[in-house]
């Protein structure tokens, strides 16, 4: 599962860990009467300095338009310390008022029913796509807003690179294969694999979940009810392909060691042609190194081996949430907050506060015109119908040990299909720890 509480970092963590407190003197309460117009907020965040940023800006704006409300960013740990303490929060009944966390299955491992507010009937919940809507919300209720872009775990390629050797972009594998012979011919990387780094071996297996749903649309729950397997058909092609890109000799040859910088540094000179990566990573990292080179990146799916089922594998945003103890004052400032965060004026403060990696999942915010042209590709394949969350927004099952299974796979120390029954048995692991029935 490539989130916050993976090994997946995409920002630099603060090395403080006290509150803090974006309080502004009042001018005047004039005209900001009715509910909520005295209260105090905290907000209940990653400890991440980008995270920690956009928030703080967002309550320093709100505050402005809202004197008598004090919102305070609170700052938690990341990774598994950081879930298991909102957890723990949540269920004791001390989480702060307003809470920024992951949608999708980590969500739902939340017991939002009985844990968080519905906010189905807030005003701009209306404006939220139908994608995102599904990873925040169970039978009962809708319960998250969503704060920043959407990203994708895709092929990022070099735009110069493909043109100057006349290649199109891949429809299906097979013409994937073809541009990479021909690329390589030209004494160019074709495929950049950095295992220095071992959790980005697994985006050949976690960005081609686009092409099996298409392919089994309810593939995602029998996955769940272990009714699917990796080593069966439509999802063993992901492991097969990986395996495939090895034994045709697409990858750098520093791939064992490599790191993502080392990765997306050779795919921003041209030096590599491809790198299957999230594009919040690589457009984050470009951004501090080389932001001219931004401009030369374009994104394309994982191709299937039919080109009806490729699709684009999409990485939801994270939400903000208000706990069920958050109550009368408190609850009516918490809910005009999180209005403000998803208003034209709050997406105006998170476009200034960041780099947009793929498309707003609400339609009060859209990306600035400046915005890195993969982001403009990724928007192409979701407004076109042919993009899918990825299965951890769909699914609480993911084994421990997929990226170094990956590694192997990737490295041809293991077979695809050997891979693959290895990578069911990590699973049904992990699915009897956390009870899930049918396992």
Request: aromatic share 8%.
């Amino acid at each position: 599962m490539l989130s916050r509480s993976s090994a997946l970092r995409t920002s630099a963590a603060l090395t403080a860990s006290a509150l803090v407190a974006v309080s502004l003197a009042a001018c005047s309460s004039a005209g900001n009467g009715g509910d909520g117009a005295n209260a105090e907020v905290t907000v209940s965040v990653y400890n991440e300095a980008a995270v920690v940023k956009t928030v703080t800006a967002l309550a320093e704006a709100f505050q402005k338009e809202n004197p008598g409300i004090t919102v305070t960013v609170d700052p938690r740990p990341t990774g598994t310390e950081g879930d298991n303490l909102v957890k723990t929060q949540l269920s004791t009944g001390e989480m702060d008022s307003v809470l920024l966390y992951n949608s999708g299955s980590l969500f739902q491992a939340l017991n939002p029913d009985q844990t968080l507010t519905d906010l189905s009937g807030e005003s701009w919940a209306a404006d939220v796509s139908d994608g995102f809507k599904a990873v925040v919300s169970t039978d009962a209720g809708f319960y998250g807003a969503p704060l920043g872009t959407s990203y994708a775990g895709a092929v990022v390629y070099n735009k110069k690179v493909f043109a100057d050797l006349g290649i199109e972009v891949p429809k299906d594998w097979a013409s994937f294969t073809a541009a990479a012979a021909k690329i390589k011919a030209a004494g160019i990387t074709p495929v950049e694999q950095t295992y220095g780094d071992s959790w980005t071996s697994q985006l050949f297996v976690l960005g081609d979940f686009g092409n099996i749903l298409a392919q089994d649309p309810q593939w995602a729950e029998e996955y769940t009810a272990n009714k699917a397997k990796y080593a069966d058909q439509p999802a063993l092609t992901s492991f097969q392909h990986l395996q495939d890109a090895f034994d045709a000799g697409m990858f750098n040859q520093d791939f064992a060691s490599a790191t993502a910088a080392d990765g997306i540094a050779a795919l921003g000179s041209g030096k590599a042609a491809m790198y299957p990566m999230l594009t919040q990573v690589v457009l984050g990292q470009l951004a501090q190194d080389a932001p001219d080179q931004i401009a030369d990146l374009g994104v394309f799916p994982f191709p299937a081996d039919a080109a009806a089922d490729t699709t684009l594998t999409v990485w939801q945003p994270s939400a903000l949430y208000i706990p069920k103890t958050t109550e009368g004052a408190q609850l009516d400032a918490a809910k005009k907050f999180i209005a403000f965060a998803n208003s034209s004026a709050g997406c105006d403060i998170q476009n200034a506060n960041g780099n947009a990696a793929g498309p707003y999942v609400i339609d009060t915010c859209k990306v600035p015109t400046d915005a890195a042209p993969l982001v403009s590709d990724i928007a192409s394949y979701v407004d076109g119908g042919k993009s899918a969350s990825a299965l951890e927004f769909l699914s609480p099952i993911k084994g421990p040990n997929l990226e170094n299974i990956s590694v192997e796979v990737g490295s041809g120390i293991r077979s695809a299909a050997d891979g693959a029954a290895a990578y069911d048995e990590d699973v049904k692991k992990q699915a009897q720890q956390l009870g899930i029935e049918g396992w």
